[in-house]
């Protein structure tokens, strides 16, 4: 791989990696901090409103005349605040799944920048080792056949001597 490829890849240990890291947990603070407000809105508005439906229905109940009028009025008046009760948590559930999957996108960007500042530091170990390896053989070649010259060379001397 050639060194352009690897330009954008924080290294660990860097201020480069930390940064990206860094910047990786923010967007996801404010993710999560955009989804509370959402969701505090959401509630805060069906608070709102339930409680001025419930207010509305309170003075109907006060001005009923008929005991059995009320009670079907308060029936009524029941389903309406638990299909605006269904209403909120549907909205909720909506919002929800939303959250997930931009949280989801982050945390696999985030994997994926750890996953290929990993690869870059394995084949970095990998092309340090092999081409250690490769002075080691040099190393070891040098020195044997230093050796057998020098075992030639003493072969050599000690035949010419005893001739």
Do not use: C
């Not at 993710?31 to 709102?48: C, E, H, M, P």
């Not at 053989?137 to 010259?149: C, I, N, Q, R, W």
């Amino acid at each position: 791989m050639s060194s352009t490829q690897h330009s954008s890849i924080p290294k660990a240990g860097t201020s480069e990696a930390g940064r990206a890291y860094l910047d990786a947990a923010v967007r996801m603070a404010t993710v999560i901090a955009d989804a509370n407000q959402r969701l505090f809105k959401l509630q805060g508005d069906a608070a709102s409103a339930a409680l001025a439906e419930n207010s509305k229905h309170f003075k109907t109940l006060l001005n009923a005349k008929d005991p059995a009028a009320a009670l079907s009025e308060w029936a009524d008046l029941y389903q309406a605040n638990v299909r605006m009760a269904v209403d909120a948590t549907r909205a909720s559930f909506e919002i929800v799944p939303e959250i997930q999957a931009e949280l989801a996108k982050l945390v696999s960007e985030s994997i994926a920048l750890y996953r290929n500042a990993a690869q870059h530091d394995l084949e970095k170990f990998n092309k340090t080792v092999t081409d250690g390896g490769d002075a080691a053989a040099t190393a070891v070649k040098e020195f044997l056949a230093t050796g057998v010259s020098s075992i030639s060379g003493a072969s050599a001397t000690k035949k010419q001597a005893a001739a």
